[in-house]
């Protein structure tokens, strides 16, 4: 079990926005910037979203990220089928001193 | 142009022990924390440890605390994971990367990954 919650999948059509959520608690997320990454299969995943919202060099600004609370957003708009990915989240936990990781979402986009 | 490679790999019977290198380029090492994160096949990304700049100060999972060590070596730019005990649920690949700012998850540059197996 991770101890930060996506949901598995998520789907929507190309040109479409779609969002994946991550949900964790006041020792994670609700204290901690949040980071995002995506992953292709046979690959090492890649930096899409830092502190939160940052988006590194390079990243369209088609993705995003937001937070509220124990809770943190990434956001995809315009949707590709280049897009179809795994994404993850990540921060660090106070309470365990580690890192932690969600489960992780496949995008699908029909 | 950043590259972090990853080395030592390999299969390896339950209660063995392997070394795993991630030899680091095109930037200054010695400026960044390091920290290795393992994916199991099929399985999300799990985050295994992480060492500071000066290598004086590490953490590690529960799940790895006391058959994991996390070192490195800013002379050589390199870092390592000396994992002893190893079981079947260690199989995985292992990936070091870099943190581009101290205290946090931002994991900026990954290297390729190194399959650890673990079997009889």
């Known amino acids: 079990q991770s101890v930060l919650t996506q949901p598995p999948s998520v789907s929507a059509a190309p040109g479409q926005k779609v969002t994946i959520s991550c949900s964790g608690s006041?020792?994670?997320?609700?204290?901690?910037?949040v980071s995002w990454y995506q992953q292709f299969p046979g690959t090492a995943p890649k930096l899409l979203i830092y502190d939160t919202n940052k988006r590194p060099s390079g990243i369209p600004g088609r993705f995003s990220g937001s937070k509220s609370g124990t809770s943190a957003t990434l956001g995809i708009t315009g949707l590709q089928t280049g897009d179809e990915a795994d994404y993850y989240c990540?921060?660090?936990?106070?309470?365990?001193?580690?890192?932690?990781f969600g489960g992780g979402t496949k995008l699908t986009v029909l | 142009e950043v590259q972090l490679v990853e080395s030592g790999g390999g299969l390896v019977q339950p209660g063995g022990s392997l070394r795993l290198s991630c030899a680091a380029s095109g930037f200054t090492f010695s400026s960044y924390w390091m920290h290795w994160v393992r994916q199991a096949p099929g399985k999300g990304l799990v985050w295994v440890s992480r060492?500071?700049?000066?290598?004086?100060?590490?953490s590690s999972a529960d799940s790895v605390k006391g058959r994991f060590t996390i070192s490195r070596d800013n002379a050589k730019n390199t870092l390592h994971l000396q994992m002893n005990s190893l079981r079947a649920e260690d199989t995985a690949v292992y990936y070091c990367?870099?943190?581009?700012?101290?205290?946090?998850?931002?994991?900026?540059?990954w290297g390729q990954g190194t399959l650890v197996t673990v079997s009889s």
């Open positions: 990367a870099r943190c581009s700012r101290g205290d946090s998850s931002n994991f900026d540059y």
């Open positions: 006041s020792s994670n997320i609700g204290s901690h910037y």
């Open positions: 060492i500071i700049t000066d290598g004086n100060s590490t």
């Open positions: 990540g921060t660090w936990d106070s309470s365990l001193s580690a890192g932690v």
